[in-house]
């Protein structure tokens, strides 16, 4: 059964640094989100992507954080001059569209901020 | 304001006896929830939408509008059951707005 996958599954960084965190969604799914959960918290919507575009994005995705989607596999999501706030699991999901509406998440990868 | 609330960061039950995990959600549109579950190392995965009504795992959640929950329920627990349950609601923009999670133990 296809999976979405994520890779690093650990990322520590130096404070100031920029990640770049990378995901293969589904083959055949059409929309793309990054999630965060910080350590003891909920899990909280990043931003949605869709038709290479950004469809929605939360108050935590500032101008900082990108997405993209630079071939037709990978779902980026960067963050420049990382702050120790930024430690946190990040889970990429994907949805097929098209009526469905269940997302897949991927593993996570954990963002270390040092 | 869009909200999902799961009053118990943990809930601790023995194996067989029943089991009630609560969610209570504010929306002002027309609710569409869902359960995901998280064992231990693995991703969250979709447990249960309340469209499809189904039973998952032995385990159903019937949506109550009046009182704006969405609570999970098992008659009888079992070990394997030992998981974090989010409770989540998507969002006319396709978002999910998520509970904070339930860790479930189930002790034998």
């Known amino acids: 059964e296809p999976e979405v996958t994520q890779t690093p599954s650990h990322q520590v960084t130096q404070m100031g640094q920029e990640v770049i965190l990378r995901c293969v969604p589904i083959?055949?799914?059409?929309?793309f989100y990054w999630y965060r959960q910080i350590l003891g918290q909920k899990v909280e919507f990043l931003v949605s992507?869709?038709?290479?575009?950004?469809?929605?994005k939360s108050e935590i995705f500032d101008d900082r954080f990108s997405v993209e989607r630079p071939d037709g596999s990978n779902f980026t999501l960067k963050i420049r001059s990382t702050k120790l706030e930024d430690s946190a699991m990040y889970f990429c999901?994907?949805?097929?569209?098209?009526?469905?509406?269940?997302?897949?998440f991927g593993p996570g990868t954990r963002l270390t901020v040092t | 304001a869009q909200r999902v609330t799961q009053p118990e960061k943990l809930l601790s039950v023995f194996k067989g006896a029943p089991v009630e995990l609560k969610c209570n959600y504010s929306?002002?549109?027309?609710?569409?929830l869902f359960w995901y579950v998280q064992y231990s190392r693995q991703r969250l995965q979709l447990l249960l939408r309340h469209i499809s009504r189904e039973s998952i795992k032995g385990f159903t959640a019937d949506l109550n509008k009046g009182e704006t929950s969405f609570h999970l329920k098992k008659p009888f627990a079992q070990e394997e059951d030992s998981a974090m349950y989010y409770c989540a609601l998507l969002d006319s923009n396709y978002q999910l707005i998520w509970g904070a999670g339930t860790k479930l133990i189930i002790k034998p």
């Open positions: 083959s055949n799914h059409l929309y």
């Open positions: 999901a994907s949805r097929q569209g098209l009526g469905s509406y269940e997302q897949y």
């Open positions: 929306y002002s549109g027309s609710p569409e």
């Open positions: 992507f869709y038709n290479n575009e950004i469809s929605e």
